[in-house]
């Protein structure tokens, strides 16, 4: 049908160029982002791309409703600008006639949104965590770098190497400060270089001095020394991932349901919030649009974009209030979800079949007169 088929096209194409545009700031804020994350030491640099292509996929959902939105409301207050939708009115083609073939189009975007919500998400947490904390569980060895302070995991040792040699395996100038039974212990040496010695790693100093010194200050012992082994942290190199069973985030979707905590219901509702607050979007796009000469289709994109961060920051605080036990999963569905729900369909039915107030009191005014007429 030609009504059809001219709206999907039109769909189509607006869906695509917002679709270009949205992911392109995203990802740009993202890997703002993550170059920040990797230069306070949070993010393993050379895996900066890694991280970014996980986080892009998932914000995938919130971008793809939004786009959708967006695409129909720009599609429909063009065909309002330009009075197509009058040509279609006058065909008799009504308002309600336009949701058969929305939601033909938004079908597939609908189903890679739920996809993506109920198993991408989670997935690419995972997988982003996972990289971090294998990056921050790291040994004391892999964390050095010439000309740099490193910290330890444990937060109680500092390294400090001056320059190492090509292969790595010698480095010179070396300052190590670690608290250790509440004295503090500075060591220095001209060269060190790691060995292995039963089954641990050890960062052998020569021609180097030590220095302890008790927190309280009560007294200072300085030594000096021609070799001395300081063991350093396992590194975590081959490990697996960090299993992040304990962060709802992190946690499939089936797992989610199969232990219904508070937690857990409370991330499962803004996983199973962003399939039900997409297809509400399909419906609010319809309803709402309309084209004022006086103000022109920036009503509308402004309306569409004030209407997305409202709903988008009650499925958040949705999340939020059902993870604290104050709302129940079922209850809040119900409320937010079908609520709009009710209300868009409510002014579908009136924009299709003109209701209003004026129209109602005619309406009764003629039966009032005829009964006093008898």
Known sequence: MLFQSSLRKELSRSFGATFVVLFTIVVTMMLIRTLRLAAKGSVNPSEVFLVLAYTSLGYLPTILSLCLFIAIVGTLSRMYTESEMVIWFSAGQGLASFVRPLF??????????????????????????????????????DRV??????????????????????????A????????????????????????SIDNSRYLMLRNGQRLERPLDKSELQISEFEVYGARLGASSKGGGAVQNTDRPRMRPTLDLVRDPSAPNLGQLSWRVGMLLA????VLLALTVTSVNPRVGRSANMLFAAFAFVIYYNLLNLGESWIGSGQFQLAGFLVLLHGGVLVGALLWLAKRHYSWSLWNLMRARRPAAVSEVAR
């Open 104 to 141: 033909q189009f938004s079908w597939p975007i609908l189903i890679l949104i739920a996809a993506l919500a109920l198993v991408g998400w989670p997935w690419a947490n995972s997988q982003t965590q996972g990289m971090r904390d294998r990056y921050q569980s790291r040994g004391d060895l």
């Open 145 to 170: 770098a010439p000309g740099e302070f490193q910290e330890s995991p444990g937060r109680n040792r500092v390294f400090f190497i001056d320059k190492d040699t090509a292969d790595g395996t010698v």
């Open 172 to 195: 010179n100038n070396i300052f190590v400060s670690e608290v250790e039974g509440g004295t503090q212990i500075i060591t220095s040496a001209q060269t060190g270089r790691v060995e």
């Open 278 to 281: 997409a297809i509400n979007f």
